[in-house]
């Protein structure tokens, strides 16, 4: 949930709901919870990770395909 998304959900207040429906997790996600995978990326924790692509969505591209 970012500013610019509690503007959209503002905007349009079912839209909130949909986009939570849709999502395998059932919730979207905060940038918190991003830069939690940020910071382990750049930690020594994850000295062995390279040329990877993390998807941080609650499984909506998996739920896609």
């Not at 998304?5 to 503002?10: G, H, I, R, Y």
């Not at 429906?21 to 990326?41: F, I, K, N, R």
């Amino acid at each position: 949930m970012t500013p610019m998304a509690e503007q959209v959900f503002a905007s349009a207040p079912d839209a909130q709901e949909w986009f939570e429906s849709h999502q395998p997790s059932g919730q979207g996600g905060s940038p918190d919870e991003v830069a939690e995978l940020v910071t382990w990326l750049c930690s020594p924790a994850a000295s062995l990770i390279n040329g990877v692509a993390y998807s941080i969505d609650g499984g909506l591209m998996a739920g896609l395909f």
